[in-house]
């Protein structure tokens, strides 16, 4: 069965950090290029960052520049995104997606989706 599945998201304090991991079933990861998405209450769904299927390109969102890292981790079948310095703006629901050829700006267009997972940042 193909499948992606988020994990690691939770409750932080604004400037703690988290690690988000998207992990792949059924297909093999390091061949796809991959997108995390995420979507805050009221707001559009947004890429904030992404990763070409080498891994050799990198994409960000100019507002996580810095503070957030997407990496693979092949032998693991996973795609992370590492982020630090987390802010009250950064609260939504995370989605990682995984696609045959590009990083693409619309989550639906992506070959494969996940159900996403809430990270929460407080004050």
């Known amino acids: 069965q193909v499948q992606l599945v988020e994990s690691g998201g939770g409750l932080v304090q604004s400037g703690g950090s988290l690690r988000l991991s998207c992990v792949a079933s059924g297909f093999t990861l390091e061949y796809y290029a991959i997108g995390w998405f995420r979507q805050a209450p009221g707001k559009e769904r947004e890429l904030v960052a992404g990763?070409?299927?080498?891994?050799?390109?990198?994409y960000y969102k100019d507002s996580v520049k810095g503070r957030f890292t997407i990496s693979r981790d092949s032998a693991k079948n996973t795609v992370y995104l590492q982020m630090i310095n987390l802010k009250l703006e950064d609260t939504a629901v995370y989605y990682c997606a995984a696609d045959r050829s590009l990083v693409r700006l619309g989550l639906y267009e992506y070959d494969y989706r996940g159900q996403g997972t809430q990270v929460t940042v407080s004050s």
């Open positions: 990763i070409s299927s080498a891994g050799g390109s990198t």
